[in-house]
C-alpha cells in the first residue's frame, strides 16, 4: 500500500505563501539546535552533513538499507523554503532514529514549486541527480538546503552549484559536470512529475509511504513525522 501525505504547510497553492516565516522558523531552529544556515564554501555545514550521513548507504536517489521495511518517497523544490524547514527540523532526526537502524529508506523526487522558472529547475535538480550517480545526492542536497536563500532571487547559478559540489567529500567535479548534461536526468524530473499528479501531489514537501511489512509503532511514528 501507497499512503499520500503532505505536510500542513508548503510551497505551491494557497498553503505555500509565506516562505519568509518558513525560512525564519528554520534558521531559528537550525540556531537553536547548533546548525545555524552557513555561506557557499562554509566547512562546517560540509562537516555537519557528512557526519548525519556517515557510513550510510547511498544509491542514486536513495539513502538508507535498500531491503528497509519502510520506504519514504520525498517531492521536493530545491528552492522550497518548507522543503528547507523539513530538512533542518525533521529529516535528521528521521535520518539518525529510522534510517540509521535500517527501519526507512528515504527516496529523493523533484517537484516544482517554489521555483518559478522551469529551466532553472531542471538545471537545479539535474546537478543534484549527478551526484547521484556517485551516490551522493543526498550530501548534495542536504548542502543545497542548509545554504538555500531567498527563492527566484537569482541565487541559483554554475557558481553557486559549483560551490555546493566543491564540499561534497569524494565528488569527483569532472563526472559531475559531464554526467549534468545526461538527457536522463530531465526525463526522471518529468516522471517524478507525473508520479505526483497521479497521487494527487501538488505541494512541497509531499511523501508517499510504503511498507513491506508491518512495522507497527514506527511506521505511526513516521506517518505522524511526516504530517506533523
Not at 531552529?29 to 557528512?50: I, L
Not at 528547507?84 to 527501519?103: C, D, N, P, S, W
Not at 551526484?131 to 550530501?139: D, H, P, S, V
Request: hydrophobic share 40%; glycine share 8%; with cysteine.
Amino acid at each position: 500500500m501507497v499512503l499520500a501525505l503532505s505536510l500542513a504547510t508548503a510551497c505551491g497553492g494557497a498553503t505555500g505563501r509565506n516562505s519568509q516565516s518558513a525560512r525564519t522558523t528554520a534558521t531559528q531552529s537550525a540556531t537553536r539546535e547548533g546548525t545555524a544556515p552557513a555561506t557557499v564554501g562554509d566547512r562546517a555545514t560540509a562537516s555537519e552533513v557528512a557526519t548525519l550521513l556517515a557510513g550510510l548507504p547511498q544509491h542514486g536517489k536513495a539513502l538508507g538499507n535498500p531491503h528497509a521495511p519502510v520506504t519514504v518517497q520525498f517531492f521536493g523544490d530545491l528552492q522550497c523554503p518548507y522543503c528547507r524547514r523539513f530538512t533542518l527540523e525533521k529529516l535528521a532526526m528521521l535520518i539518525r532514529r529510522y534510517v540509521r537502524t535500517g527501519t526507512l529508506k528515504i527516496e529523493y523526487r523533484s517537484l516544482r514549486t517554489a521555483t518559478h522558472d522551469p529551466e532553472t529547475f531542471r538545471i537545479q535538480q539535474v546537478a543534484a541527480l549527478a551526484a547521484g550517480r556517485q551516490n551522493k545526492l543526498w550530501n548534495f542536497i542536504e548542502l543545497f538546503y542548509r545554504e538555500q536563500r531567498d527563492e527566484n532571487s537569482g541565487y541559483v547559478n554554475e557558481a553557486f552549484l559549483d560551490g555546493l559540489a566543491q564540499q561534497v567529500p569524494g565528488l569527483g567535479l569532472f563526472a559531475w559536470n559531464a554526467a549534468r548534461g545526461d538527457a536522463q536526468f530531465t526525463e526522471e524530473i518529468l516522471r517524478d512529475a507525473r508520479d505526483a499528479r497521479e497521487h494527487h501531489l501538488a505541494i512541497t514537501p509531499s511523501f508517499l509511504l510504503s511498507t513491506t511489512e508491518h512495522r507497527g509503532n514506527d511506521e505511526a511514528a513516521i506517518k505522524q513525522v511526516l504530517q506533523s
